[in-house]
């Protein structure tokens, strides 16, 4: 069954993939990322995981790496930081459904060179597994460093090493300061390095988590490359956008200043704002699907009754002011007409006003509510049913940070 759902998850982010249609500036643009989804898709394929370790400098990564694969591959050093880049290395494991696993080393977080410190941290955030190595109680960058990897939804081990150090008491004690300064909502199991016990841990997590993790890890690479097109997409359209706004702006408020008729007024805005929509619709190669186009025709029509409303007030004080005029007219020359001037212009100002509210409001309904495929990689991950409650925590807080409305609202018009 589990084989079935990855092959159905491969087909289904191929199939997204393949009907993606990338300009060759995006294709440029994005190139780093899109090699490293290619990279995953395949990795999916062939049910190949990653598992990367990471820590400070001089906490055992290499060492722990080495106790899991009973051989000395990864380089140990007495003096710390003998790891300058990410190393690999297969781990054979028997009665494994998955065909590979690699294992990923990485330089002390602390030491490693600041030009490639962003690129470590990536390559081992790309992996399915975290194993998070370290040799105390927790200290500040190390709580920050988990958090970045909880924040992007990433499974973590906490391996706690060289306990040899610490009597039975210190250890209890430590255990207890580190999982207090762990999210409250998630269960991070945190494993002592004492004989077989990392090895058994990781060996039953690969057995249980394995295959789920790879398919989520493969759709949130997707995701992620997903969001960063979708958003560049937006910024390019941002101008295109607010100039059809303003050319709609325009047109309605010359018609509302020039119409005598109300009635007229509210039906022509009507029509204007729906034709504003339309062209904002196809400005941002999205559809409007049934809710979202209710809620937007809704709210044009709202609008269009407050402009009707307040025309029909002002027109009902400027008659009442013309009355008092009038009377006054033989001590006004003929003056009593320029009330017209100002009432037209506050009726344009009116119309310009509520067509940039319909704009703004048509443009951010059909780039959050509108839906282009079902096979958005967002949209996979929340239909995967998971029975790991561990598994689906991680992803939870994967997806509220996601926040796409917020991320997003800065290219909206």
């Not at 880049?85 to 030491?111: A, R, V």
């Not at 029975?387 to 926040?403: A, D, G, T």
Request: glycine share 4%; net charge positive.
């Amino acid at each position: 069954m589990a084989h079935m759902q990855i092959n159905k998850n491969y087909l289904l982010l191929k199939h997204w993939w393949d009907t993606i249609d990338l300009t060759n500036y995006e294709k440029n643009l994005f190139y780093k990322e899109i090699v490293s989804f290619n990279q995953q898709l395949f990795r999916l394929k062939e049910k190949k995981i990653r598992i990367g370790i990471y820590g400070k400098s001089g906490v055992g990564k290499s060492h722990i790496l080495n106790f899991l694969l009973n051989q000395k591959v990864f380089k140990t050093d007495i003096i710390n930081g003998s790891t300058k880049e990410i190393e690999k290395q297969e781990w054979n494991l028997k009665h494994q459904t998955l065909k590979s696993i690699e294992l990923l080393d990485s330089p002390g977080f602390d030491l490693c060179n600041i030009n490639f410190s962003d690129d470590i941290y990536s390559q081992i955030n790309h992996s399915e597994l975290v194993l998070f190595a370290v040799a105390g109680d927790l200290n500040r960058n190390e709580v920050i460093k988990i958090n970045s990897f909880v924040k992007d939804g990433k499974k973590i081990i906490i391996l706690l090493n060289k306990i040899d150090l610490w009597n039975k008491n210190e250890l209890k004690e430590i255990i207890k300061n580190i999982k207090s300064k762990l999210p409250k909502d998630l269960k991070i199991p945190v494993i002592v390095n004492s004989g077989n016990n990392i090895k058994n841990y990781i060996k039953e997590a690969i057995n249980r988590y394995g295959e789920i993790l790879l398919t989520l890890n493969s759709l949130q690479l997707a995701d992620k490359l997903y969001l960063k097109i979708k958003e560049q997409r937006l910024k390019k359209r941002q101008k295109k956008a607010q100039a059809i706004i303003g050319k709609f702006a325009t047109i309605k408020a010359s018609t509302v200043a020039l119409n005598p008729l109300i009635v007229v007024d509210i039906a022509g805005s009507f029509a204007l704002d729906t034709a504003l929509i339309s062209e904002l619709s196809k400005v941002y190669g999205l559809t409007l699907k049934g809710e979202s186009a209710r809620k937007i025709i809704k709210n044009i029509s709202i609008n269009n009754f407050y402009l009707g409303a307040t025309q029909i007030g002002i027109n009902t004080s400027f008659n009442l002011i013309r009355k008092v005029i009038l009377l006054i007219a033989p001590f006004t020359n003929g003056f009593s007409l320029l009330p017209y001037g100002p009432i037209a212009i506050i009726q344009a100002a009116i119309a310009v006003h509520s067509t940039k509210i319909v704009g703004k409001l048509a443009a951010k309904e059909i780039f959050i509510r509108s839906k282009v495929s079902c096979l958005e990689p967002s949209f996979i991950i929340q239909k995967i049913i998971l029975k790991e409650p561990e598994i689906f925590n991680h992803i939870k807080i994967y997806l509220s940070n996601r926040n796409l409305n917020k991320n997003s609202a800065i290219f909206l018009p």
